[in-house]
């Protein structure tokens, strides 16, 4: 009893309000969400090994309208780079690779392989490319060479070591390069050496022929409305993607992977969870990313045709957060919003917006740069960032996104009746950028 009455204390203490009270607002926001911008998937957030929030929405397949439910599968996109960083590591600790390896060792006759080490891989530090979509959504089926002779005819962006680029090619190598180490399929090995230990018993990695239990299917927007996903060729769209999970897993994940030497060494988790560049990427992980609300986080985000999801960490806080969606739902701004509801911010609940006519005389005095956010107007309309962002009027100063329910921008005047700042509110969250430079 003493023990329960300290865990509340502290919980009271670190977000100034009970564990009912955190875990009744995390509900409502997720419950907007759901109403309001037709949000499917599942979502579980904890602190320590109380979970505040753990509830699915939404459906797991439209045709049918099979509800989504707490252990329905998802595919996660690009938060699967973590399970190969890992395996990576893991090799590592055994001897039997080296993170100073160059992908020439493995692949010979790769355009400058020998400039390329798996470490610049991991840290998306190699020059390689950023994608090969082109074929794995292609029908054909390609083995292995095939796509290996593919991709040694993508030059490199720079010179491995001297930039960063995120690339999917990275780390589809590094998933064959676990395959040629372990000797076991890149499935094999997770499910022996990560999922198992992790007590992963709901995820995997996708193909295209097994019939997966609870899984999901995949919807993404296109001219608005939602539509199949098209044809994956999960064979060669491994590495960088690929694998499946449940909420509850990813739970688990998090448990074994920041809290035990289950999975990693303490040395090894040290040097995953290092930044090694300006864009703070660690191994299949960002570290404390802008998004990070002045906590420290590690975290990385998917989003592949339907599958967006986002996995948080907040360490010191001990806070977790996990956001599985498979109608392109906006996972990444849910979960910061429902961060910024953990850390006791104010956070506006999702509401409907309705498009006003207003004057477009007044767009002028909104163009212009607010702390590096720039508002630009062509042929009338209003753009966010760039032309392809139209900003939508709903008040005579007040503004959504075009293609982001959960973002909004409000225009304030000062004293003097000029615009002088941009009150923008991300998934519910406010922030104030000053005008610095006009029209």
């Known amino acids: 009893m003493k023990l329960r009455l300290t865990l509340i204390a502290l919980l009271v203490f670190t977000f100034g309000y009970s564990q009912k009270e955190l875990a009744g607002k995390l509900e409502k926001y997720m419950d907007a969400q759901f109403v309001i911008n037709n949000f499917s998937g599942t979502v579980l957030i904890s602190k320590n090994d109380s979970v505040m929030l753990e509830k699915a929405y939404g459906f797991a397949d439209y045709e049918w309208n099979v509800k989504n439910r707490i252990d329905s599968k998802f595919s996660l996109a690009s938060v699967s780079k973590q399970f190969t960083a890992v395996a990576i590591l893991q090799l590592t600790e055994k001897k039997l690779l080296s ?3 160059p992908l020439s060792k493995y692949f010979s006759d790769f355009p400058k392989g020998e400039k390329i080490t798996l470490k610049m891989m991991l840290t998306h530090n190699s020059g390689l490319q950023m994608d090969f979509d082109e074929l794995y959504l292609s029908k054909t089926n390609l083995d292995k060479d095939s796509v290996y002779n593919y991709l040694t005819k993508k030059p490199l962006l720079f010179e491995p070591g001297t930039s960063t680029a995120y690339s999917n090619i990275g780390y589809y190598f590094l998933g064959r390069i676990i395959e040629k180490v372990s000797g076991k399929s890149y499935a094999e090995y997770l499910k022996e050496n990560v999922f198992d230990k992790a007590k992963m018993y709901n995820s995997g990695v996708s193909t295209n022929d097994a019939i997966v239990d609870k899984m999901t299917q995949l919807y993404y927007l296109k001219n608005n409305k939602l539509v199949k996903n098209p044809y994956i060729n999960w064979s060669c769209n491994l590495g960088h993607d690929g694998i499946y999970a449940t909420a509850e897993d990813l739970y688990l994940w998090n448990k074994a992977l920041f809290d035990s030497e289950t999975i990693l060494s303490e040395e090894s988790k040290k040097e995953m969870f290092t930044s090694y560049n300006e864009q703070n ?18 975290a990385h985000d998917g989003g592949f ?18 956001v599985l969606s498979n109608n392109q739902s906006k996972s990444y701004y849910i979960a910061y919003g429902l961060a910024g509801i953990c850390f006791g911010k104010e956070v506006e609940l999702p509401y409907k917006h309705i498009e006003s006519v207003i004057d477009t005389k007044v ?6 740069d607010y702390d590096g956010i720039k508002i630009l107007k062509k042929d009338n309309k209003l753009y966010y960032l760039d032309y ?8 005579q100063t007040k503004f959504f996104r075009s293609d982001n329910n959960n973002m909004t921008l409000e225009f304030i005047k000062n004293k003097k009746g000029k615009i002088t700042q941009l009150e923008i509110k991300k998934a519910g969250i406010k922030e104030v950028k000053n005008k610095t430079k006009g029209v």
Do not use: C, R
């Not at 045709?305 to 996990?322: E, H, P, R």
């Not at 767009?363 to 212009?368: I, K, L, Q, R």
């Not at 392809?388 to 008040?395: D, P, Q, R, T, W």
């Open 305 to 322: 045709y339907g599958a967006m999801t986002s996995f948080n960490k907040y360490t010191q806080d001990k806070v977790f957060i996990t």
């Open 363 to 368: 767009f002028d005095e909104y163009v212009g």
């Open 388 to 395: 392809n962002i139209e900003l939508l009027a709903e008040s």
């Open 281 to 298: 990427f660690g191994f299949g992980v960002v570290i404390n990313p802008f998004y990070n609300q002045g906590h420290q986080l590690i």
């Open 99 to 101: 993170l100073d390896d």
